[in-house]
């Protein structure tokens, strides 16, 4: 599985930007995926995840301004972020687990990976 983000770049502060993340690949068994971010000298943290049967999950500080979405047909997974923050400056990287559903926030349990995309908020 091959993931690429895209979407990324800069925005001021309660502005909006949609992350997509395209996957190619062995993709026949598409897992549980998600949305991870690193912020600058902190530890990577999820974001936001969909399973196969279009359950999500958010991190806290994502709730009721991030919203997770994917075309499963296309393969393509999207993040709407709105009223972005200063602190939501990161590198946001897209993520297919090991799983069929969420299990946790564990970057272990999360088998493939995107190269990230930046987010600035300033």
């Known amino acids: 599985v091959q993931l690429v983000e895209s979407g990324g770049g800069s925005v001021q502060p309660g502005g909006s930007l949609r992350l997509s993340c395209q996957a190619s690949?062995?993709?026949?068994?598409?897992?549980?995926m998600g949305w991870f971010r690193q912020r600058p000298g902190k530890e990577r943290e999820g974001v936001a995840a969909?399973?196969?049967?279009?359950?999500?999950n958010y991190a806290a500080f994502a709730e009721g301004r991030f919203t997770i979405s994917k075309d499963s047909a296309n393969k393509i997974m999207y993040l709407q972020m709105n009223t972005l923050k200063s602190e939501d400056t990161a590198i946001y990287y897209c993520?297919?687990?090991?799983?069929?559903?969420?299990?946790?926030?564990?970057?272990?349990?999360?088998?493939?990976w995107g190269q990230g995309t930046q987010v600035t908020v300033s």
């Open positions: 993520a297919v687990a090991s799983t069929f559903y969420f299990m946790g926030w564990a970057p272990g349990d999360f088998a493939y």
């Open positions: 690949g062995n993709t026949q068994s598409l897992r549980c």
């Open positions: 969909i399973d196969k049967n279009g359950k999500t």
